[in-house]
């Protein structure tokens, strides 16, 4: 069970990383077919994917981050270019650390972590409910 709650955690801990190395760029949400994905905001130049794929160890899967540009032939100036080679160095640090980690989790804990993150999102969109007002 240990290992289980272990592999659960690593991806939790990922996603944390994830949305803070990437100052909030990037963020672990759950997808509509039933897994998770990393959302990038609207005006970020690079992505990260999430890739689930099937280990050789029966029930374990092997969960690997790539990064990808999401803007092609743009045009920037100085202040854009500083932007972008600014998130490409984040974008480069936060998956030399997720790198460093390996995820085989089993089907029960990729299901667990997406109700997990399900249940951060809905605690996120109360919280401005239950602040009170100054």
Known sequence: M???QNELEKLQK????????????????????????????????????????????????????????RRMGLELGSSGLRRLMTEV????ALLTALEMQKYRPTQLELEQFRESIIEQQESEQLLPLLSPKL
């Open 2 to 4: 240990h290992e289980h």
């Open 14 to 69: 990922a996603a944390l990383l994830i949305e803070e190395m990437s100052m909030g760029r990037l963020k672990a949400c759950p997808s509509t077919v039933g897994h998770v994905y990393i959302r990038p905001e609207s005006d970020a130049y690079i992505g990260l994917q999430m890739q689930i794929a099937p280990e050789s160890t029966p029930g374990r899967y092997a969960v690997t981050f790539t990064a990808f540009p």
């Open 89 to 92: 160095n984040q974008s480069y």
